[in-house]
């Protein structure tokens, strides 16, 4: 989907009356676990914020791919996990959460953008673009760069 049209789902999708919640990793967080196992961690963290907002237990999480976490450190429950490879292409509810999710990132590397807008967060939404990587070499790394993410880990500043 183009990111207009993830806008504009995402805009149907928050005047419906579902429960949905978002779960983050901070830069050290995925520096120092890695981006599978930070991203594991924002699930974790959604799925706590969402059990919160819901009246009954959650079971079951279908994961996009083909690698579910081996569980999750502070949700208190039995979980069962289900990877579905193309998950979003095949399942709604996956599709859902990929939308949420992309639109969340994309509506916070736009504030991020105001703030440090030689970066152009706001239209590589975090992606090395050559742009970007310019930026980086020219202004270097701010708090909100990955250093274990390539080119930054390989970057002499």
């Known amino acids: 989907l183009t990111a207009k049209k993830r806008g504009l789902i995402y805009k149907d999708l928050s005047s419906l ?10 830069v050290e967080e995925i520096d120092s676990l890695n ?14 914020s969402l059990q919160k907002k819901l009246s009954s237990n959650i079971t079951t999480i279908l994961v996009d791919g083909n690698t579910p976490p081996k569980k999750f450190q ?28 992309k639109q969340t990132r994309d509506l916070y590397m ?3 953008h ?11 939404k975090g992606y090395g673009t ?4 310019i930026a980086l070499t020219e202004c270097g790394i701010t708090c909100h760069h990955r250093v ?5 880990k390989t970057l002499k500043i």
Do not use: W
């Open 110 to 112: 736009c504030q991020l």
């Open 35 to 48: 981006i599978l196992n930070a991203s594991f961690l924002a699930m974790e963290r959604a799925v706590i």
């Open 74 to 101: 502070k949700f208190t429950g039995n979980i069962n996990f289900i990877p579905v490879v193309g998950g979003d292409n095949i399942s709604l509810s996956i599709a859902t959460a990929s939308i949420i999710a």
């Open 17 to 26: 009356n579902i429960a949905m919640a978002i779960g983050q990793a901070n």
């Open 148 to 152: 274990s993410f390539a080119p930054i």
């Open 130 to 133: 050559k742009a970007h990587r």
């Open 114 to 124: 105001l703030s440090y807008p030689q970066y152009g967060f706001n239209k590589n």
